[in-house]
């Protein structure tokens, strides 16, 4: 019996904790600057920098554990699967990320993250934190959106990057910075 109720505690603060994030990071993502978006496609057609760009992005670890994430979803025809997202976010949170499903159907992993970030903008001591949502349109996996947040003396910038997964490869297709103009870390309960 006693272990039931922790593990209904924990299920329950994992929820919670996920409410107050997604609410956080709603409430951030209309404060976003357009003029630091940029587009995953190089205008310029400077095969250079292109080049340079992706061997960036494909020595992201958020890129390289997504493709082999989704490229098995894809082998394995569970694109449309609700364990196979619980798995992914699972996959995420043991290297290390914290992470979420985009329909909150599923609970967050590494909460503990979330929650040691709010209390360091509130104590307004530095930190950083990488959050992130697993996409799917239309039940469909889509690809990942990553936040990457950064706090200094309770100011919060964020960057937020869409990657696409299409055709058996994971690209980043828009990147966009912002800083928060709010930052609420009041606890709702459901």
């Known amino acids: 019996m006693r272990f039931e109720g922790k593990d209904r505690y924990k299920q329950k603060m994992g929820r919670n904790w996920f409410v107050l994030l997604l609410i956080v990071l709603l409430s951030i993502s209309g404060c976003a600057d357009t003029s630091q978006t940029e587009s995953g496609d190089d205008e ?16 992201d670890p958020v ?5 082999e994430l989704f490229r098995d979803a894809e082998e394995a025809g569970r694109m449309e699967d609700l364990e196979m997202f619980r798995s992914i976010v699972n996959q995420f949170g043991n290297h290390g990320y914290a992470a979420v499903d985009g329909r909150n159907q599923i609970d967050m992993a590494e ?6 970030f709010c209390g360091k903008v509130d104590a307004k001591e530095e930190g950083e934190l990488t959050i992130l949502k697993i996409n799917d349109l239309e039940g469909v996996l889509d690809g990942i959106v990553k936040y990457d ?11 937020t990057s869409y ?4 055709d058996q490869d994971m690209e980043k297709v828009s990147t966009a910075g912002f800083h928060a103009d709010r930052w609420n870390t009041r606890r709702t309960d459901i």
């Open 63 to 67: 890129i390289e554990i997504g493709y």
């Open 149 to 159: 947040l950064k706090t200094k003396d309770g100011e919060v910038e964020a960057t």
């Open 163 to 166: 990657y696409k997964y299409k």
């Open 111 to 116: 909460p503990e993250q979330v929650i040691s």
């Open 44 to 59: 310029q057609g400077n095969g250079a920098a292109k080049s340079g760009k992706e061997a960036q992005e494909k020595a």
